[in-house]
């Protein structure tokens, strides 16, 4: 079972500023990576798959990268729709999700 | 538009048994894998299961490997959990979401809103 690491847990960040949240697989999963966003009380929405392909509908603020076992998403600018939760996937064989990462208002 | 919806959430007692359905439409269901995501009370997501888009393969987590049972009618564009031996850790609300795979990668596109199973005596 291929484990998927997130880190950090909680990311304190002031609007505006750019947040980076880290996603580690305890194999390679190639590219099979994608990122959810999940605001409370909501569904998961899809940000990112192939690890860097923005899904439609995202705005250019959200980047993904990475190969592998190590994936980054990049926030460049934080809105204040922007704080939430954020999961990695990995999807090279059956799903697994990271813990998740909260961001949250400096 | 594509809509997923869940249902069949309770109180179970624990060792009990519940049967989830996630009625589909909007899309050609027989096109795509489906799978359940549950989310524990204030914690993160975890995959419980899915199933390709024939049935020939299904997959499982551990924690409900041997108790929990995926299935999937085509006809009635339906997808089904069935949980046996029923435990309190298994009290989440339980998503069913839609895989789509594109350019060799696969990811959840579509997520219905969840069906709430709490586990008590």
């Known amino acids: 079972e291929i484990v998927m690491t997130q880190s950090p847990a909680t990311l304190s960040v002031s609007p505006g500023e750019r947040a980076t949240l880290s996603c580690r697989a305890s194999?390679?999963?190639?590219?099979?990576l994608a990122w959810y966003q999940q605001k409370s009380g909501q569904a998961p929405r899809l940000l990112i798959y192939?690890?860097?392909t923005r899904a439609t509908g995202i705005p250019a603020r959200f980047s993904g990268s990475g190969s592998g076992t190590e994936f980054t998403l990049t926030i460049s600018s934080l809105q204040s729709e922007d704080f939430a939760v954020y999961y990695c996937?990995?999807?090279?064989?059956?799903?697994?999700f990271g813990q998740g990462t909260k961001v949250e208002i400096k | 538009e594509v809509q997923l919806v869940e249902s069949g959430g309770a109180l179970g007692q624990p060792g009990r048994s519940l049967r989830l359905s996630c009625a589909a439409s909007g899309f050609t269901f027989n096109d795509y894998a489906m799978h359940w995501v549950r989310q524990a009370p204030g914690k993160g997501l975890e995959w419980v299961s899915g199933i390709t888009w024939n049935s020939g393969s299904v997959g499982y987590a551990d924690s409900v490997k041997g108790r929990f049972t995926i299935s999937r009618d085509n006809a009635k564009n339906s997808l089904y959990l069935q949980m046996n031996s029923l435990r309190a850790e298994d009290m989440a609300l339980y998503y069913c979401?839609?895989?789509?795979?594109?350019?060799?990668?696969?990811?959840?596109?579509?997520w219905g809103q969840g069906t709430l199973v709490t586990v008590s005596s």
């Open positions: 192939g690890a860097s």
């Open positions: 979401a839609r895989d789509f795979c594109s350019s060799s990668f696969c990811y959840f596109d579509k």
């Open positions: 996937q990995q999807h090279n064989t059956w799903p697994r």
């Open positions: 194999q390679s999963v190639s590219s099979n």
